[in-house]
């Protein structure tokens, strides 16, 4: 009985009998009764803004009516086939599916989470091209499986044992936190344009919020000098940490666990070339990015202007349905036929259904056009409390995936304590709105809310985050 006065002991049994390794939010962790669409409601019957979506998962809104109507349905039908029997739901899902995605993703691998996706993603680049290495970012996270522990590059997720080999990381092109800047030429309707270090720190004004207007590098060179030295960066990885042939390249469009970091905006295109160049599949992890939430494009890659070899999605595909994707093209796909390949749960018609109600939830809500919309509108008005508090160094993202990079000071840009972030962020939670965190120094507030909330959400939450900032203020005031 987990009833109200039953916290404790809940709390408790958790402690006990639960992996120790699942660390939960906040001071006095939340014990939740339900959800509905961006809310949800705990045990005493507080109810809560949801800003994190569970972290990036609830992509259409929690126990949205028509998903759940398509699981209920298909859960008193036929809850399992192995796909070793047809059923309709996984040709319709990988129809539509395929539909929304250009040439030549079109065919389509169902696992059950975001790792297993990465894994066959790997899998796939290395027995296709007959190579190894798969290079990465630093500060990405793809999954925790022993094959994708070695793409994740987060100090906290490594538990130091031999896992992942052949991943060599590369220098992630941070337009804040790296050292040519550049933030200037992501892409992001909200710039911080700060000191462009690589000639010799030439200054343009300081957070300058600009509206589409393409800010070039103060080098003088006409395009983003800080892209071109990032991507010398990247071809050194390539000169150096490989050999001459690699599997390939796996990128987020924006990296999500580490904070929504943004990279230059031709960045990923000329890193497919070089890639390409060297007989590699680029891979697109679109985990968090996928499914409207960038808002001006259906899928983070089409932002970049790239299409990428393999795309792999889970989260947001099933609206927290455990459910997850890989999509390729026919020829890499004919290279894993070579043999069989198999997914017990994968592709099972709950799941298939499930997909199927949140690609019609995410088209026939406009749930894609509110992230654009509503996710604009709190990027703007996030880089107003940018400007105004000292320790809100950088506001960035495209639609609702969105990072607040908290700082010392604006200059210094060293990271907000632990301390200090926890604490804004409790008091936002006190005053009923979650936000989620990330960056490898946990110093980036991530607000990425199901697609479904509406502008006056977005005022309450920031209504709430600003207060919180004006206590941190006083707080410091008063010591
Ligand atoms: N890729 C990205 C970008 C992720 O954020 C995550 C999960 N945080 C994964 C892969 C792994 O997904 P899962 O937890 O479903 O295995």
């Known amino acids: 009985d987990f009833s109200p006065g039953n916290y404790e002991v809940s709390r408790s049994i958790r402690k006990q009998n639960v992996s120790p390794s699942l660390t939960t939010y906040y001071k006095k962790p939340l014990l939740l009764h339900q959800g509905h669409m961006q809310w949800l409601f705990d045990y005493e019957g507080k109810r809560y803004l949801d800003l994190f979506a569970g972290i990036v998962t609830v992509s259409v809104g929690h126990c949205h009516p028509k998903v759940t ?43 059950n989470s975001g790792s297993e996706a990465n894994d066959l993603a790997m899998f796939m680049a290395r027995l296709y091209t007959r190579n190894f290495d798969i290079i990465c970012f630093r500060g990405g996270y793809h999954g925790g499986s022993p094959y994708t522990q070695g793409l994740t590059s987060i100090g906290s997720y490594k538990h130091g044992v031999a896992n992942g080999f052949g991943c060599p990381t590369t220098m ?15 892409d992001s309707p909200v710039q911080t344009v700060r000191k462009c270090r690589c000639s010799g720190g030439l200054l343009m004004a300081r957070n300058v919020v600009a509206i589409s207007t393409p800010f070039l590098c103060s080098c ?26 690699i599997a390939g390249f796996i990128a987020e469009p924006i990296q999500g666990v580490n904070g929504a970091v943004q990279y230059p905006k031709s960045f990923l295109k000329e890193a497919f070339q070089l890639v390409r160049e060297r007989g590699g599949v680029c891979i697109v992890d679109e985990v968090q990015t996928g499914f409207g939430r960038t808002g001006s494009h259906f899928w983070g890659f089409q932002t970049h202007d790239i299409v990428p070899d393999i795309v792999t999605m889970a989260k947001g595909i099933g609206n927290g349905f455990p459910m997850a994707a890989v999509v390729t093209t026919r020829e890499i796909a004919n290279s894993l036929a070579q043999n069989l390949h198999f997914n017990t749960f994968g592709g099972n018609p709950v799941a ?14 406009g749930l894609q056009k509110n992230s654009e919309e509503v996710g604009t509108y709190m990027l703007f008005e996030l880089a107003k409390a940018r400007d105004k508090f000292e320790i809100v160094g950088d506001v960035r993202g495209k639609g609702l995936m969105i990072g607040i990079e908290m700082v010392k000071d604006k200059d210094g840009r060293q990271p907000l304590p632990i301390e200090e972030i926890g604490q ?13 965190k990330g960056g490898i120094y946990g110093q980036t507030f ?9 502008k006056k959400d977005a005022d309450f939450a920031l209504e709430v985050f600003h207060a919180a900032l004006m206590r941190h203020m006083e707080r410091k005031a008063a010591t």
């Not at 030295?229 to 000169?239: G, H, P, V």
């Not at 804004?424 to 989620?436: N, R, S, T």
């Open 446 to 454: 991530r607000i990425k809310p199901p697609m479904c909330i509406t």
């Open 424 to 436: 804004i962020w409790e008091d936002c939670k006190d005053m009923g709105v979650l936000i989620g």
């Open 69 to 111: 109507a398509a699981a209920q349905k298909q859960l008193g039908r036929l809850w399992h086939t192995t796909n070793i029997y047809m059923h309709p739901s996984i040709q319709e899902y990988a129809e539509k599916l395929t539909a929304l995605l250009p040439d030549p993703l079109k065919v389509v691998y169902l696992t």
């Open 352 to 365: 298939c259904v499930v997909g199927s109600a949140v690609l019609d939830a995410i088209l026939e809500d």
């Open 172 to 186: 992630l092109p941070d337009v804040f936190r790296g050292p040519w800047g550049g933030s200037h030429c992501r």
């Open 220 to 245: 003088h060179t006409g395009h983003c000098h800080a892209n071109n030295q990032y991507i010398e960066q990247f071809k050194d990885t390539l000169n150096t940490c490989v050999p001459k042939g």
